[in-house]
T-cell receptor
Framework: DAKTTQPPSMDCAEGRAANLPCNHS???????VYWYRQIHSQGPQYIIH???NNETNEMASLIITEDRKSSTLILPHATLRDTAVYYCIVRDNYGQNFVFGPGTRLSVLP | DAGVIQSPRHEVTEMGQEVTLRCKPI?????LFWYRQTMMRGLELLIYFNNNVPIDDSGMPEDRFSAKMPNASFSTLKIQPSEPRDSAVYFCASSLRRNNEQFFGPGTRLTVL
């Protein structure tokens, strides 16, 4: 069963913020939200993860709602190189595998 | 660190031939994962190792597939005999601990004619 729901595709203008949503309404208390992306012809790349607090790193910000049923990955200033498939994955830290769904295909347009 | 290294990057073979894919994980990582990606099924976990020991091979599609990790710096995924439906991109990933993020290699694109 899919634990997350993402829109199949999104467009974003270069230089603008890209906001990628993810629904995970059945998330349990010990499960983290992970984001990966896969640029064409490359392996998936880890972006960020969080449990309940918002997180930020050099690549992106992760905003998790207070009820933890949804989250948003924010790329603050999207570039053409951010065009990729973005995967939102829910996983605990006790041994669950990463299960990759179809993700969101983000196209950054010039 | 060079990251996860996979070879070959591309492999074209004929049905019935043996195929061996290779992976060198990031030094010091205790976990190694093999994934397969196809358009139809997306990215699927095949097997993973902890300290060179196979832990979960429930994703291996059938007996034609086998994986080994003879030491901490090398793993192989073998398909014998290969079939056209095995055509896919095969990724290797490694992580420091079970609950850490995984680092993926560039993948091997396998085409079985």
């Amino acid at each position: 069963d899919a634990k997350t729901t993402q829109p199949p595709s999104m467009d974003c203008a270069e230089g603008r913020a890209a906001n990628l949503p993810c629904n995970h309404s059945t998330i349990s208390g010990n499960e983290y939200v992970y984001w990966y992306r896969q640029i064409h012809s490359q392996g998936p790349q880890y972006i960020i993860h969080g449990l309940k607090n918002n997180e930020t790193n050099e690549m992106a910000s992760l905003i998790i709602t207070e009820d933890r049923k949804s989250s948003t990955l924010i790329l603050p200033h999207a570039t053409l190189r951010d065009t990729a498939v973005y995967y939102c994955i829910v996983r605990d830290n006790y041994g669950q595998n990463f299960v990759f769904g179809p993700g969101t295909r983000l196209s950054v347009l010039p | 660190d060079a990251g996860v290294i996979q070879s070959p990057r591309h492999e074209v073979t004929e049905m019935g031939q043996e195929v061996t894919l290779r992976c060198k994980p990031i030094s010091g990582h205790d976990y190694l994962f093999w994934y397969r990606q196809t358009m139809m099924r997306g990215l699927e976990l095949l097997i993973y190792f902890n300290n060179n020991v196979p832990i979960d091979d429930s994703g291996m599609p059938e007996d034609r597939f086998s994986a080994k990790m003879p030491n901490a710096s090398f793993s192989t995924l073998k398909i014998q005999p290969s079939e056209p439906r095995d055509s896919a991109v095969y990724f290797c990933a490694s992580s420091l601990r079970r609950n850490n993020e995984q680092f993926f290699g560039p993948g091997t694109r396998l085409t079985v004619l």
